[in-house]
C-alpha cells in the first residue's frame, strides 16, 4: 500500500511517497502483506549479562536480503525460508536490561517490532543485610565505564587474569550492573560505598572513560537497596581542585551530601580526602583549612550541620625491618581534618609471592603506631587483596583466602573495640571501618562476586558479620 502525502513550499509542491503503511507514525504493521512480518521469536528473553546465543525469528514474507535487527542494529542473520530467520546475538547485547525491539528489514521493508526481554535480576538480601557489629565501608574504584580498550583493562581481559571478571560483567556502565553492585553489597554486610571521586574529569580524563559514572547511576537509581554512599576527593593530579574551582565544587559535593542516603558521622556528612600530603603539596596548610571552613559553612546554609573531614594517610611498610613511615600526623589538626584513615599503603623490601599475613601485619603496624601517636579519631581499613601483576605496578604479590579477608575485617572491628577514644563516633554506635576496596580489579582489592571466586569472599564477610 502506498501513502501520498503533498507538501507546499510557496507555489512549489512535492509528492512524498510512502510505501509502508506504517510510515505515519504509531503503526507497527508494514507493507500490506508484500512486507516482511513478525509472528513469534525464540527464545523470547535471556539473563542479563547472559552469553551469546542464536535467535530464531518466525513470520512471513521473509527474503534472501532480509535482516535481523536489535534495537535497529543488524545482527548476523541466517535466511532458512520465508517464514524463518535465524541471528547471532552477542554477549554485549545483553547488557542493557529492559524491553528490546526486534525487527527484520530488507529491499521489501520493515516488519513489525517484537520486544525482547532482558531482566535486571538482582541478588536478595541476606542475613547479613541487617548486621549491626559495624558501620562497614567500601571503597568503589570507578574506573570501569569505559571501553575495553581503556588502560585499566590491561591484562585482565585474557590469560591469567581474566577470572577477575565480576559476574555483572567488566564494565559497570549500565543501571543494572551498578544496581548489582549495591545488591550484592548489601547482602554481604557492607553499609555503603565511598566512590572516588574526581575533579573535571571530562577534561582531565584520558583514559576515555567516566570516573564518576557509577556514583551519578547510583544517584539516578530508585531502588539503592538500603545501601548509602560518601565520596572520597582524589586529590591527585591531574584532578587537584585549583582554588577558582572551589565554590562550584562545594556546590556538587552538597548536592551529594543532601541525598538522605549520604553517609554522616556524627550527624555531618562524610568527606574522605585520598591523600593530606598530596594535599599539602598543593596548597598551604591555611589554603586547606580556608576551603574546608568554606564547606562546613557552605553545609550550614544548607541545613547541614556541617561536614565530617577525613584526612587519608601516606604509608609504607618494609615488613622485613617493621619500618613505617607515615606522614606528618600534625597536619591533620593544622589542616582542619576531623579524623584520619588511609586507602591502602604499599610495601618496600619484598619482592614476589607473600603470605596474607604479612599484609594484614603491615595494617596492624600501623593501626598500633595510630594509637601510640594519634592526635584524632582513626578509621582502620582492611585491605582485601594486592596483586598488581596485571598492570606491573609493584613487584610483589599477596595470597588471599575469603577467611583471610573476613578475619581481617574482624580484626579491624576488634581494634575499635580496645581503642574506642579512637572512635570518630562513640559506643554504643557501630564502629566506622572500610575495606579497600570492593572492585580493585587491576590490584586484586576485590569484593564483588568474580568469575573466579563467585560470592565466596562476601559470603565469607557476611557469615563472620552474623556471628555473635
Same mark, same amino acid.
Given at each position: 500500500?502506498?501513502?501520498?502525502?503533498?507538501?507546499?513550499?510557496? &507555489?512549489?509542491?512535492?509528492?512524498?511517497?510512502?510505501?509502508?503503511?506504517?510510515?505515519?507514525?504509531?503503526?507497527?504493521?508494514?507493507?500490506?502483506?508484500?512486507?516482511?512480518?513478525?509472528?513469534?521469536?525464540?527464545?523470547?528473553?535471556? &539473563?542479563?549479562?547472559?552469553?551469546?546465543?542464536?535467535?530464531?525469528?518466525?513470520?512471513?514474507? /521473509?527474503?534472501?536480503?532480509?535482516?535481523?535487527?536489535?534495537?535497529?542494529?543488524?545482527?548476523?542473520?541466517?535466511?532458512?525460508?520465508?517464514?524463518?530467520?535465524?541471528?547471532?546475538?552477542?554477549?554485549?547485547?545483553?547488557?542493557?536490561?529492559?524491553?528490546?525491539?526486534?525487527?527484520?528489514?530488507?529491499?521489501?521493508?520493515?516488519?513489525?517490532?517484537?520486544?525482547?526481554?532482558?531482566?535486571?535480576?538482582?541478588?536478595?538480601?541476606?542475613?547479613?543485610?541487617?548486621?549491626?557489629?559495624?558501620?562497614?565501608?567500601?571503597?568503589? /574504584?570507578?574506573?570501569?565505564?569505559?571501553?575495553?580498550?581503556?588502560?585499566?583493562?590491561?591484562?585482565?581481559?585474557?590469560?591469567?587474569?581474566?577470572?577477575? &571478571?565480576?559476574?555483572?560483567?567488566?564494565?559497570?556502565?549500565?543501571?543494572?550492573?551498578?544496581?548489582?553492585?549495591?545488591?550484592?553489597?548489601?547482602?554481604?554486610?557492607?553499609?555503603?560505598?565511598?566512590?572516588?571521586?574526581?575533579?573535571n574529569v571530562a577534561q582531565n580524563e584520558y583514559e576515555g572513560d567516566n570516573l564518576n559514572n557509577a556514583l551519578q547511576t547510583t544517584l539516578s537509581l530508585s531502588n539503592r537497596h538500603g545501601m548509602q554512599f560518601a565520596i572520597q576527593y582524589v586529590d591527585a593530579p591531574? /584532578?587537584?581542585?585549583?582554588?577558582?574551582?572551589?565554590?562550584?565544587?562545594?556546590?556538587?559535593?552538597?548536592?551529594?551530601?543532601?541525598?538522605?542516603?549520604?553517609?554522616?558521622?556524627?550527624?555531618?556528612?562524610?568527606?574522605?580526602?585520598?591523600?593530606?600530603?598530596?594535599?599539602?603539596?598543593?596548597?598551604?596548610?591555611?589554603?586547606?583549612?580556608? /576551603?574546608?571552613?568554606?564547606?562546613?559553612?557552605?553545609?550550614?546554609?544548607?541545613?547541614?550541620?556541617?561536614?565530617?573531614?577525613?584526612?587519608?594517610?601516606?604509608?609504607?611498610?618494609?615488613?622485613?625491618?617493621?619500618?613505617?613511615?607515615?606522614?606528618?600526623?600534625?597536619?591533620?589538626?593544622?589542616?582542619?581534618?576531623?579524623?584520619?584513615?588511609?586507602?591502602?599503603?604499599?610495601?618496600?623490601?619484598?619482592?614476589?609471592?607473600?603470605?596474607?599475613?604479612?599484609?594484614?601485619?603491615?595494617?596492624?603496624?600501623?593501626?598500633?603506631?595510630?594509637?601510640?601517636?594519634?592526635?584524632?579519631?582513626?578509621?582502620?581499613?582492611?585491605?582485601?587483596?594486592?596483586?598488581?601483576?596485571?598492570?606491573n605496578e609493584w613487584p610483589y604479590w599477596f595470597s588471599r583466602a575469603p577467611q583471610d579477608v573476613s578475619g581481617f575485617v574482624s580484626a579491624a572491628i576488634n581494634w575499635?573495640?580496645?581503642?574506642?577514644?579512637?572512635?570518630?563516633?562513640?559506643?554504643?554506635?557501630?564502629?566506622?571501618?572500610?575495606? &579497600?576496596?570492593?572492585?580493585?580489579?587491576?590490584?586484586?582489592?576485590?569484593?564483588?562476586?568474580?568469575?573466579?571466586?563467585?560470592?565466596?569472599?562476601?559470603?565469607?564477610?557476611?557469615?563472620?558479620?552474623?556471628?555473635?
Amino acid at each position: 500500500m502506498q501513502v501520498q502525502w503533498r507538501i507546499h513550499f510557496g &507555489e512549489i509542491t512535492l509528492f512524498v511517497t510512502c510505501l509502508f503503511a506504517g510510515c505515519g507514525g504509531g503503526g507497527t504493521s508494514l507493507s500490506g502483506n508484500s512486507g516482511p512480518s513478525i509472528t513469534s521469536i525464540s527464545p523470547t528473553s535471556t &539473563e542479563w549479562n547472559g552469553p551469546a546465543f542464536t535467535l530464531t525469528v518466525n513470520g512471513s514474507a /521473509f527474503a534472501s536480503d532480509s535482516t535481523v535487527q536489535w534495537n535497529g542494529n543488524a545482527r548476523q542473520t541466517t535466511f532458512v525460508s520465508a517464514n524463518q530467520l535465524t541471528a547471532q546475538i552477542p554477549a554485549t547485547d545483553t547488557l542493557a536490561s529492559g524491553p528490546q525491539t526486534i525487527t527484520v528489514t530488507g529491499t521489501s521493508g520493515m516488519s513489525n517490532g517484537v520486544d525482547f526481554t532482558v531482566p535486571c535480576v538482582l541478588a536478595s538480601p541476606g542475613s547479613a543485610s541487617n548486621q549491626t557489629k559495624t558501620r562497614l565501608g567500601a571503597y568503589y /574504584f570507578d574506573g570501569w565505564s569505559g571501553s575495553l580498550s581503556n588502560f585499566h583493562f590491561n591484562g585482565l581481559l585474557n590469560g591469567a587474569y581474566q577470572s577477575r &571478571e565480576p559476574l555483572s560483567g567488566w564494565q559497570d556502565n549500565t543501571p543494572c550492573a551498578v544496581e548489582q553492585q549495591l545488591a550484592w553489597a548489601n547482602q554481604f554486610g557492607v553499609n555503603f560505598f565511598v566512590f572516588d571521586w574526581y575533579y573535571n574529569v571530562a577534561q582531565n580524563e584520558y583514559e576515555g572513560d567516566n570516573l564518576n559514572n557509577a556514583l551519578q547511576t547510583t544517584l539516578s537509581l530508585s531502588n539503592r537497596h538500603g545501601m548509602q554512599f560518601a565520596i572520597q576527593y582524589v586529590d591527585a593530579p591531574p /584532578f587537584v581542585v585549583p582554588s577558582a574551582a572551589w565554590t562550584s565544587t562545594i556546590t556538587e559535593w552538597l548536592g551529594y551530601m543532601k541525598d538522605p542516603a549520604y553517609v554522616r558521622v556524627n550527624g555531618k556528612p562524610l568527606l574522605i580526602v585520598y591523600s593530606m600530603g598530596l594535599l599539602e603539596q598543593s596548597f598551604a596548610s591555611a589554603a586547606i583549612a580556608n /576551603f574546608f571552613n568554606q564547606l562546613r559553612a557552605a553545609a550550614q546554609t544548607q541545613g547541614l550541620p556541617g561536614v565530617y573531614i577525613v584526612g587519608g594517610l601516606d604509608v609504607s611498610y618494609d615488613p622485613l625491618t617493621q619500618a613505617l613511615n607515615i606522614n606528618d600526623l600534625s597536619m591533620t589538626a593544622a589542616d582542619g581534618y576531623d579524623a584520619y584513615t588511609i586507602y591502602n599503603y604499599s610495601t618496600t623490601g619484598v619482592s614476589g609471592l607473600q603470605p596474607f599475613s604479612m599484609l594484614q601485619g603491615g595494617m596492624q603496624a600501623i593501626w598500633t603506631q595510630v594509637a601510640l601517636t594519634s592526635p584524632l579519631p582513626y578509621i582502620p581499613v582492611s585491605v582485601d587483596g594486592q596483586d598488581a601483576r596485571p598492570t606491573n605496578e609493584w613487584p610483589y604479590w599477596f595470597s588471599r583466602a575469603p577467611q583471610d579477608v573476613s578475619g581481617f575485617v574482624s580484626a579491624a572491628i576488634n581494634w575499635t573495640q580496645t581503642n574506642p577514644s579512637l572512635r570518630p563516633e562513640p559506643p554504643p554506635t557501630p564502629p566506622l571501618v572500610l575495606i &579497600e576496596a570492593w572492585n580493585e580489579l587491576g590490584e586484586d582489592g576485590i569484593l564483588v562476586p568474580t568469575v573466579g571466586d563467585g560470592t565466596s569472599y562476601g559470603d565469607a564477610l557476611g557469615a563472620m558479620l552474623t556471628t555473635p
